[in-house]
């Protein structure tokens, strides 16, 4: 019961957030997931329904960063500044961040700072 509860108002709050925001090709939408041991991050374009890239804690190209990584918000923030680079590759360099209702703290936040950092602006 209090887990349904709980994921009630997860997507209570995720809806929240999604009604008044949306990405475009100029601005997509910086989707993040959380889940209890990685971190996975999306640019998406809602109005053509794409996504433009990806980047998340499981890809090859941090694997022996992440493995020596010692916490979760160490590898948010690899992840953060992967998505960044990507990014940049692509020619975006505006977004607008969807934190997917959960709360603007730990790996969510690494994650987002991490790619201001690299880059991105929001």
Sequence with gaps: ????????????RKQGIRNKISGTS??????VYRSLSHI????????????ILS??????????A???????VDRSILTGKLLAERAQS??????VFDRNGKLYHGRVKALAESAREGGLTF
């Design 90 to 95: 692509k020619g975006v360099t505006q977004v």
């Design 66 to 72: 992440v493995k020596s990584a010692e916490s979760k």
């Design 1 to 12: 019961m209090k887990v349904q509860l709980k994921t009630k108002k997860l997507q209570r």
């Design 26 to 31: 100029e601005r997509p939408r910086l989707s």
């Design 40 to 51: 996975y991050a999306q640019l998406i374009d809602d109005v053509t329904g794409t996504t």
């Design 55 to 64: 980047a998340s804690s499981r890809d090859k190209e941090i694997a022996d």
